[in-house]
């Protein structure tokens, strides 16, 4: 049996225009010189050129005077204190504007989606689903941070997308003892917001979220993702807890097989214990179980490369769906010229560490024209989901952009059994 996978008529591209504004260091001493020349300048001059300022930036932002405030707050320190009462407020407003800079989301890249059931369902009709996609996205310096789409699978398993919102925003930061979190305001839209890196853990980069719906063994659910935090030399799994994509809780994971890329969480404990899919050693998949679920110390030897398309490394593509024949694992296999393609795995429900079956040969790959992008001859995903009788798989095209695609899931299993 040859599976017909179908590809959609739809590419998400970066979008240069979604813009964050962020704090311009320019370090203390060169802060001090600026800061000084501004406080130069008359109070028409103050006037005039906030005037124009705002006249300019006012419709990018929701708020940007508050981001000028804040913004001059982080480098009011440097003023002497007994100068800082005479500081007009348009003053300050004035030296905020100049610690301030637009930082391009997208512009590099929006690419390694993750798909997850929307918690809010209204307005789905019958064979509809409401969901929620996170994205990877790349601007400058390579710096990635996590945004969202809202979209509908319809009952034909086609994907309608929420319109976009017109500002992003970055959220609320409260730091804790063992991370942070992010709030967003209640009226917001999810594609407005975004979460940027804060910790330095994470200061080069939030990398390939995968989330899924977290089913509690009371029935209760909450949304939880695994992210590579990058420093620019070291990567260091986290994990986000969200209820309502709304308020975020960040915490980085701890325990001797907590390392490396590539965690994937599964919907729910097996046999009391929490699971996660790893990939500790680079090359093969592992699976780990753990009584906590921020801490990992154990990994048992799951699945090594078998085919010659995977002979590089195997991974995951995102968290394991649970079916009536065994928990369904998309994978990723790496092959000649660092040839990115997506696979697919059966593990048995009540013991995952036994591999019921494996495609032999790719589930998706590169078509000709996807193997162009940022990294060339990829095909990704952080998560896919299932649809009626379809598995819906959003993929990433060579590190570049967004595409998808469905698979009969009855044809995929009898494969796979």
Known sequence: MKLQVKRFDLRLNPDVKKVIPRFFNTGAERSLALIN????????????????????????????????????????????SPQQ?????????????????????????????????????????????????????????????LVFKRAKLTSSAGIQFDPPGKYM????VIKSENGYELHFEPGSLLSERVIFPVSFSEKNGIEDARFTRFINEDGSGIYLATYTAYDGTFIIPHLIETQDFLHFKMTPLQGKTAINKNLALFPRKVNGQYVMISRIDGVNNYIMFSDDLYRWDNAILLQRPENPWEFVQIGNAGSPLETPEGWLMITHGVGPMRKYCLGASLLDLN??????????????????????????????????????????????????????????????????R
């Open 351 to 416: 013991d995952p560490t036994k591999e019921l079956g494996r495609l032999k040969e790719p589930l998706l790959m590169p078509e000709e024209e996807e193997r162009y992008g940022y990294v060339p001859n990829v095909v990704y995903s952080c998560g896919t989901i299932i649809h009626g009788d379809q598995l819906f798989i959003p993929y990433a095209v060579s590190d570049y952009a967004t595409s998808f695609a469905t698979v009969p899931l009855k044809d995929l299993l009898a494969l796979l």
């Open 85 to 145: 009462p005479a500081i007009s407020y348009e003053m300050k407003l004035l030296i905020g504007s100049y610690f301030t800079m637009e930082y391009s989301l997208e512009h590099a890249a929006l690419f390694n989606p993750s798909i997850v059931e929307d918690p809010d369902q209204s307005g789905a009709g019958e064979g509809e689903k409401n969901v929620i996609l996170s994205f990877r996205a790349t601007g400058e310096g390579h710096v990635s941070s």
């Open 169 to 172: 925003n970055p959220g609320k």
């Open 37 to 80: 020349r501004v406080m130069q300048l008359s109070k028409n001059e103050v006037q005039e050129l906030l005037q124009h300022l705002l006249a300019e930036f006012q419709d990018r932002y929701s708020n940007i005077q508050l981001v000028f405030e804040n913004h001059y707050e982080a480098v009011q320190h440097l003023i002497p």
